[in-house]
């Protein structure tokens, strides 16, 4: 199913509160959105403080690399303060953590979130005047933007579910 759902209002600050009222830790995955939709990701956006994070490529400036990070008492847990094992065939490439910090560098220097603010609001400017005839749902967050091939909103899995595939399909190996 291509494209991504925003959260209903609400929906993050309850699921924190939920995980600290019942002492579970809230993950967020950022793969998609760390560094990429704000400087702090979806959490910067939406205010809302995981206890863990997961990032991929985007820390690497685009090269394989992953991480997590979180709160200290977590991260405590990892060897070799704690007893947790962790270890990964990229984990700490050098050369990936440094296009990585030469990355976030550059985005500093040129404001690059605003920058891709701006750019991707003119973007969906563009993209509903020519959706706007249509039962195609525009989707936008800073530089990230998907189509749905179904008449809006879409708020769930089942409103995603309504898109036409094949119309994607077709849209997607021509574009």
């Given at each position: 199913?291509p494209?991504?759902?925003?959260?209903q209002?609400?929906f993050?600050s309850?699921l924190?509160?939920?995980?600290?009222?019942?002492?579970?830790?809230l993950?967020?995955?950022?793969v998609?959105?760390?560094f990429?939709?704000?400087?702090?990701?979806?959490?910067?956006?939406h205010?809302?403080?995981?206890?863990?994070t997961?990032l991929g490529?985007?820390?690497?400036?685009?090269l394989p690399v992953g991480?997590?990070?979180g709160r200290a008492?977590i991260?405590n847990k990892?060897?070799?303060?704690?007893p947790v094992?962790?270890?990964g065939?990229?984990s700490?490439?050098?050369l990936?953590m440094?296009a990585?910090?030469?990355?976030?560098?550059?985005l500093?220097?040129?404001n690059?979130?605003?920058?891709?603010e701006?750019r991707g609001a003119q973007?969906?400017k563009?993209?509903r005047e020519?959706t706007?005839?249509?039962d195609?749902?525009?989707?936008r967050i800073?530089?990230?933007f998907?189509?749905?091939?179904?008449a809006?909103?879409?708020?769930d899995?089942?409103?995603?579910?309504?898109?036409d595939?094949?119309?994607?399909?077709?849209?997607?190996?021509?574009?």
């Amino acid at each position: 199913m291509p494209g991504f759902i925003f959260p209903q209002d609400n929906f993050l600050s309850s699921l924190r509160e939920e995980c600290t009222r019942h002492g579970a830790v809230l993950i967020f995955d950022e793969v998609m959105t760390g560094f990429r939709v704000a400087r702090g990701g979806t959490q910067e956006i939406h205010g809302i403080k995981p206890d863990l994070t997961a990032l991929g490529k985007v820390i690497g400036g685009g090269l394989p690399v992953g991480a997590f990070g979180g709160r200290a008492d977590i991260m405590n847990k990892l060897s070799p303060e704690g007893p947790v094992y962790q270890a990964g065939t990229l984990s700490g490439n050098p050369l990936a953590m440094a296009a990585g910090l030469a990355q976030l560098r550059e985005l500093e220097r040129i404001n690059g979130w605003k920058l891709l603010e701006e750019r991707g609001a003119q973007f969906e400017k563009l993209a509903r005047e020519v959706t706007s005839k249509s039962d195609i749902t525009f989707h936008r967050i800073g530089s990230m933007f998907c189509l749905f091939f179904a008449a809006g909103p879409i708020a769930d899995l089942a409103g995603a579910k309504r898109s036409d595939l094949k119309a994607f399909a077709r849209f997607f190996t021509r574009a």
